[in-house]
């Protein structure tokens, strides 16, 4: 029996710009394809879709309902938001075969204590947000891991060939892929203060060349 999260949907009939109305009930528009299948216009309800998303992490695999029929496994493939709201609008799910491959994007997160940024002051820097990587659909990670810890100085940099990788999973990223590394604190330079010319103060007037001789020569008379 399967414990994947099951998503009910019905067909629409609703297209273009008129699913604004299937948003005001409620419903979210979506579509569902893959393996050659033609491309099936669907509707959710938009509160069992933000459900899901809470439940489910990122490339799980969903037995979508249609109609009533046969639950079929899809992953989400794509999800349009509202560009100020973040409210979903549209979802494409992708047909899974389970037998199959696939190639998809998955998070990467940091765990661990860098020296650099915890006595040294530095800031950790992340160079991607995802990796991409190849496996059977029940063998995708929904994110991957890579350790901090031997960020103990600056010059040292974290590559995708650091990352863990599970069993029966591919790595596809470019090994070589630098992930991360500490950038070291900013230091602000102190004000250079000029020093004084040596000898008198600027402004104090110096004696006249042979003027204490001329003095002399007064007091002679």
Known sequence: MSTRPELVAQRREIQGKAVRHLRAQGLLPAVVYGHGQASESLQIEDKAFALLRRQAGRNAL??????????????????????????????DFYLVKMTEEMTVDVPIAAVGTSFAVDKLGGTLLHFVDTVR??????????????????????ETTLHARDLRIPERVTLVTDLDEPIARVQAPRVEEAPVVAEAAEGAPEGEAQPAEGAAESEGDSSAD
Request: overall charge negative; hydrophobic content about 40%.
């Open 133 to 154: 990587v190849r496996a059977l659909p029940t063998d995708l990670p929904s994110s991957l891991e890579f350790d901090i810890t031997p960020l103990e100085t600056f």
């Open 62 to 91: 969903v037995d979508l309902k249609v109609d009533g029929g046969t639950a079929r496994p899809v992953m989400v493939h794509a999800v349009q938001e509202h560009p100020v709201s973040r409210k979903p609008l549209h979802v």
